[in-house]
Every structure is written in C-alpha cells, then in structure tokens.
T-cell receptor, first 114, second 112 residues
Framework: SAVISQKPSRDICQRGTSLTIQCQVD?????MFWYRQQPGQSLTLIAT?????????ESGFVIDKFPISRPNLTFSTLTVSNMSPEDSSIYLC???????????FGPGTRLTVT | GESVGLHLPTLSVQEGDNSIINCAYS??????FIWYKQESGKGPQFIID?????DKRQGQRVTVLLNKTVKHLSLQIAATQPGDSAVYFC???????????FGKGTMLLVSP
C-alpha cells in the first residue's frame, strides 16, 4: 500500500483563522479523500478530491468552508476556513484506486481551535 | 495521547482470548465491506475486506463474517494480543459509489 504523510500532524489555532492541511502520497493515486473525525466519533467523509477538477463535497460540507486542491496525482490540500471551536477534530486523508474499493489512510492532523 | 474511543462501546478481553467485534451496517444494497483498526494517534489501518457474495473470509488471526439477512458484520480476532488494543471500525460501500460509510466503532482493550 502507498505511504501517506500529512502536515501538520497537529496544530492549535485561534478562532476566525484558517489552516491548510497537506496530504502527500509516495505514488500516483487516482482517488484521494478527506475525512473528519470528531473526538470519540467515527469518520465522516468531507469530500472527494478530484485531480484537475473541483472536489465533490458530501452533504453538510461546502467549498467555502473546506476548499480543497488536488494539483497532481500525489498531493492534495484541505483548508479549514474561518475556524470555530466546533472545527476541532482529526482531519484524515485517504487514497484509493479507481476500480478498487479499499482506501488507505494518512496519520491524520489533530486540530484544536481555541 | 488523546484517545478517539472516549465515547465508543468498549470490549475488554484477556490476552489469549478470542475477540468478536460486531457491526450493524446501514444499507442492504452495500456490496463491499472493510474492517479498519485505529490505534491512538494514528490513522485507520486496513485489516480485512469482504464482498457481499461471500459470508466468510479469513486472514491472519482474523475472520470476517457477513450476514446479509440481518445486515450484520463481525470481526473475530483469535488469540488476542495487547497490540490488538485499538478502535475497530467497519465500513461499507454501496453499488455505484466509491465512497466509504463508516460505522460507529468499538474500542478493544486487551489486558495481559
């Protein structure tokens, strides 16, 4: 499976600011996804990051709040904009291949908003 | 570090016991299922998968059982070890989709 890294691993941010999280994969992948995991909860899909086109967002998530970039097949960013304490979560990227269902996850970014 | 399992159901077992973790999935049309293991401070790790045309699949020390009649999935871990302590999630995919829907998760605690 691919080796996936995320930066930063954790951050503490003030409300009203924005944070960009990076996801880097060591090989080209067709599918990249961004998830949120609130404390003590399961994973919720935010969006599918599409290379060369806009991300596909799930219900309850919007581009203005969570803009995503996918400039190539090995890299994606998720920005958490105008943060509030409710955005305190672990943010995870995952990768998959078209035609294969399994996804492999990065280590996550632990965000605390004060 | 901070645990992701603070609000999750917990299964406590002794080292060497067999563990069974259960999951009720939501969509009767789902045709693919995955079990993930998430250790504290890490991302979910793929354990084993199963397609809906199977009712059992075995891996190394793990077995997944699928009962489509009652929309139930279970993960059996043989000879549980302290290193198996983690939160376990099931995930499902519906036909025509490439996105995973995760279950609520179960924390497994293995005491020596």
């Amino acid at each position: 499976s691919a080796v996936i890294s995320q930066k930063p691993s954790r951050d503490i941010c003030q409300r009203g600011t924005s944070l960009t999280i990076q996801c880097q994969v060591d090989s080209q992948v067709t599918m990249m996804f961004w998830y949120r995991q609130q404390p003590g909860q399961s994973l919720t899909l935010i969006a599918t990051a599409n290379q060369g086109s806009e991300a596909t967002y799930e219900s309850g998530f919007v581009i203005d709040k969570f803009p995503i970039s996918r400039p190539n097949l090995t890299f994606s960013t998720l920005t958490v904009s105008n943060m509030s304490p409710e955005d305190s979560s672990i943010y995870l990227c995952s990768v998959g291949s078209r035609g294969a269902y399994e996804q492999y996850f990065g280590p996550g970014t632990r965000l605390t908003v004060t | 570090g901070e645990s992701v399992g603070l609000h999750l159901p917990t299964l406590s077992v002794q080292e060497g016991d067999n563990s069974i973790i259960n999951c009720a999935y939501s969509n009767s049309a789902s045709d693919y299922f995955i079990w993930y293991k998430q250790e504290s401070g890490k991302g979910p790790q793929f354990i084993i998968d199963i397609r809906s045309n199977m009712d059992k699949r075995q891996g190394q020390r793990v077995t997944v059982l699928l009962n489509k009649t009652v929309k139930h999935l279970s993960l059996q871990i043989a000879a549980t070890q302290p290193g198996d302590s983690a939160v376990y999630f099931c995930a499902e995919i519906s036909p025509g989709y490439s996105t995973l829907t995760f279950g609520k998760g179960t924390m497994l605690l293995v005491s020596p």
